[in-house]
Nanobody, 124 residues
Framework: QVQLVESGGGLVQAGGSLRLSCAAS????????MGWFRQAPGKEREFVTA????????SYPDSVKGRFTISRDNAKNTVYLQMNSLKPEDTAVYYC?????????????????WGQGTQVTVSS
């Protein structure tokens, strides 16, 4: 089992920045690809970004490319999501996910472990 705990969410004005963290415990963190997803009210959960277990490969959809950056610190068992130039449409609950595969995974069903989520609200 892998336990994931997100933090860093909050309320920010449009154009602002937030950094989310996801702390992992339970297994060897460096053996897991990590991802971030988000779910806005009334919408399905969507892919935000993912990173390989080494950190060498990442993936972003066009909606966040150039604004969001994923990184990981395997020594601290933590993955980060730096979000810049935030827009009201980025408002959602953000979830961290993990799976024991090496490459970035972009599909929700590919992930085995999930955190509880952290709320991000961007005001206009």
């Amino acid at each position: 089992q892998v336990q994931l705990v997100e933090s860093g969410g909050g309320l920010v004005q449009a154009g602002g920045s937030l950094r989310l963290s996801c702390a992992a415990s339970g297994r060897t963190f460096s053996n897991y690809a990590m991802g971030w997803f988000r779910q806005a009210p009334g919408k399905e959960r969507e892919f935000v970004t993912a990173i390989s277990w080494s950190g060498a490969s990442t993936s972003y959809p066009d909606s966040v490319k150039g604004r969001f950056t994923i990184s990981r610190d395997n020594a601290k068992n933590t993955v980060y999501l730096q979000m810049n130039s935030l827009k009201p449409e980025d408002t959602a609950v953000y979830y961290c996910a993990a799976d024991a595969r090496p490459l970035p995974l972009t599909v929700e069903s590919e992930y085995t472990f999930w955190g509880q989520g952290t709320q991000v609200t961007v005001s206009s």
